[in-house]
């Protein structure tokens, strides 16, 4: 086609008519436009070619950035414009040439934003566990978001992730269900909950043979917590060992798994253990019978059983109607039941007295009297046994007095009598009979049943805390109390082989040096003072046991008349542990006599270290390790004598003791009268004497018998 003759479409006659109507969709706006027909040329003539038209559009009037060619409509609805912007249009037309007009007039239309509708997704989290919520798409990050809006129609996907180190997912409810990932599409408000457990792990417990182990078998137990287990031996049997996890954790009763956050094993095993003998023993003027629980001894007849170790034993001692059980010595004391654990062979002695006759029973030894200390650990400083009542003699206003610490009654007068032994013994059986043959002093009361005082009850009148105990009895009511020897009616055992020593010995008796308080022995030809005594049936505060001489050398004497509580049998018992307790006094003595020779502070200062240090001291079979040991007072170490055998030392050993020398032993006592001395007992003869402190002798520890 000739350009010259092309014909151009004349834009002034391409007007808009139409109306712009806005329509909405799902995603876009879209806007329709209507516009009427050019029928000329821009000269005028006739247009007869018109094949077109194209539509221009933008968002700034005037710079269209896109068009369409629409064909030879004049109604076209242009799409997927976005909503909320204002688009402005204009149109032009085109012949079959292609050639274009002009753009016609502009129009423009504002598209309304749209509001979309939107429903709220919330997640909540349950269980123990912990854990988190996430979505897709992103909004919810439950943590801490736990709740987002979204448009109508959005598919959300919510996944679930446990703490790894605590916890497990273990499923979904209200919204969705399962353990898999949660999808949800938002017609409509949702909620979901994602439920999160705490880890359990298993703790396999099991048990050898010979015991068990609480609880068993599989342990479930929650990350975090904590489990314990109980290990418990059958009788019999010890905890060998516990293992856990392979790693052994020794014998122990109990484990526990603390913070538990991951699987465990533990087990024990156990090993058979050697028996033990638990043995009773019956004492005393009274009769009665012992019984155990678990069963075995019935005492009685039965009286030594053999318990596997450590089994804890109980003893009931169950007295007779004509008896009253007044207590036990050895492995147990008191009055109540008996409770012993057999760790160790036992020994237990229960003491039974005929009614009447309990107040007889030796329960313990008085104190010396010594109240000053002259060293830690001394008598003076700890003062064992039973305490003197302050009014200790009591003036009966008849030429007598009554001592309450013992119950003995003793002439006033006690320089009435001087006599050989013999003639002594002779002389109070005729005070009985003839009192008004006697000047002394006061006596109006004529008691018939005076005798000689052995030898344990007139030492009973020393006061060890005295520098002059003949004062001192002057002080407390006595007359005529001499600084000499008193007999007592106590002979010196002649039990030897050499009938030549018998014969001698056979000639002495003891004696008591009323100023300082030594005992030894005397020619019975020899002159002596005589105190006479009575027993009383007060009740006193100690009474004094017999002093062990069962032969008579003459009417009236010790072996004749016997005063005093009988021994229990057997007197001594052997601890097993290196240890012996006296069943009479309830002491308990160091079984080897010979493990220690000192000067006197020095043997004071040993025994306190012997209680921290047990195992620095080689004594024999000691394996107790008791932390009271002391140095035993003048009359503890008194109490081991006994006057009816020719060596005390030789005794000792024959009834449980280890090494007892033919020497003299320390006591705590330091003599009054000379304070740089102090008191022993001969362990050959069984006399008190005095020696200076520097000097070296044995030393035999005791305890028990603080009050």
Not at 417 to 426: H, N, P, S, V, Y
Not at 566 to 577: A, H, K
Request: contains cysteine; glycine residues 8%.
């Amino acid at each position: 086609m000739n350009k010259a003759k092309l014909h151009i479409l004349a834009s002034s006659i391409l007007i808009f008519t139409a109306i712009f109507f806005f329509t909405q969709a799902a995603m876009a706006g879209s806007v329709t436009l209507s516009w009427t027909p050019p029928t000329t040329n821009e000269d005028g003539t006739r247009i007869t070619d018109l094949a077109g038209y194209k539509i221009y559009y933008g968002t700034a009037s005037g710079n269209y950035t896109q068009n369409l060619n629409v064909g030879n409509v004049t109604t076209y609805t242009v799409a997927n414009l976005t909503d909320g912007l204002t688009y402005y249009f204009a149109v032009t037309s085109y012949d079959t040439s292609n050639n274009e007009s002009r753009y016609s007039n502009e129009v423009s239309k504002s598209l309304a934003p749209v509001t979309q509708q939107q429903y709220t997704l919330t997640a909540t989290k349950a269980g123990t566990g912990s854990g988190t919520v996430t979505s897709s798409p992103a909004g919810v990050s439950c943590g801490t978001d736990c709740s987002e809006s979204y448009n109508a129609g959005t598919l959300v996907t919510l996944t679930a992730s446990a703490d790894a180190t605590s916890s497990t997912f273990t499923g979904w409810s209200g919204a969705c269900s399962g353990t898999g990932s949660c999808s949800v599409t938002m017609s409509a408000a949702r909620s979901v909950t994602a439920t999160f457990a705490l880890k359990t792990y298993t703790i396999t417990a099991s048990a050898g043979t010979g015991g068990s182990i609480s609880p068993s078998g599989s342990v479930s137990v929650v990350h975090g917590n904590n489990q314990t287990f109980t290990i418990t031996p059958n009788s019999g049997y010890a905890i060998a060992d516990v293992i856990m996890d392979g790693l052994m954790v020794g014998s122990v009763s109990s484990y526990t798994f603390r913070n538990v956050t991951a699987p465990h094993t533990i087990s024990a095993s156990f090993s058979q253990q050697q028996r033990q003998t638990l043995t009773v023993t019956k004492s005393g003027s009274g009769s009665g019978t012992v019984t155990s629980s678990p069963s075995g001894i019935s005492c009685g007849t039965d009286c030594s059983e053999s318990y596997a170790a450590n089994t804890a034993v109980t003893l009931t001692a169950s007295p007779d109607a004509s008896s009253t059980f007044t207590g036990w010595s050895g492995a147990c004391s008191g009055t109540g039941s008996c409770s012993v654990t057999m760790s160790a062979v036992r020994s237990v002695t229960a003491a039974f007295a005929r009614n009447g006759q309990t107040s007889q029973q030796f329960s313990n030894i008085p104190r010396t009297g010594q109240q000053v200390s002259y060293a830690t650990g001394d008598d003076g400083n700890l003062q064992s046994g039973i305490e003197w009542s302050d009014s200790r003699f009591t003036d009966n206003g008849d030429g007598t007095i009554t001592d309450t610490l013992t119950g003995l009654m003793w002439l006033k007068d006690a320089g009435c009598l001087r006599k050989t032994w013999e003639t002594g013994l002779q002389t109070v059986a005729d005070l009985n009979v003839n009192p008004g043959n006697f000047n002394c002093l006061d006596y109006t009361k004529k008691y018939s049943d005076w005798r000689v005082p052995n030898i344990r009850e007139l030492e009973s009148l020393v006061n060890f805390g005295s520098s002059n105990n003949a004062s001192w009895l002057k002080s407390m009511g006595f007359r005529n109390v001499q600084s000499s020897n008193y007999w007592s009616s106590t002979a010196y055992s002649s039990a030897t082989s050499s009938i030549a020593w018998t014969s001698i010995r056979r000639s002495y008796a003891w004696a008591l040096n009323m100023t300082n308080g030594s005992d030894s022995t005397m020619s019975k030809s020899t002159y002596a003072y005589i105190l006479p005594v009575r027993t009383t049936s007060i009740r006193s505060l100690h009474k004094l046991p017999e002093t062990g001489q069962k032969i008579s050398y003459a009417a009236g004497d010790d072996g004749d008349i016997q005063a005093g509580v009988e021994w229990p049998e057997p007197r001594f018992i052997d601890n097993r542990d290196g240890t012996v307790t006296d069943t009479l006094t309830g002491l308990m003595w160091l079984k080897d006599a010979g493990c220690f020779r000192k000067s006197w502070s020095t043997a004071l200062q040993t025994v306190a270290d012997l209680n921290a240090n047990p195992g620095k001291y080689a004594c024999q079979q000691y394996t107790a390790q008791y932390a009271d040991w002391r140095m035993p007072n003048v009359r503890e170490l008194e109490s081991l004598t006994n006057f009816g055998t020719s060596n005390v030392a030789s005794w000792l050993n024959s009834n449980g003791f280890l090494r007892a020398l033919n020497s003299s032993y320390w006591s705590s006592t330091t003599s009054a009268g000379s304070t740089s001395s102090a008191w022993l007992i001969g362990l050959q003869k069984g006399n008190l004497t005095s020696s200076r402190k520097t000097s070296t002798f044995y030393l035999l520890p005791v305890r028990g018998g603080l009050q």
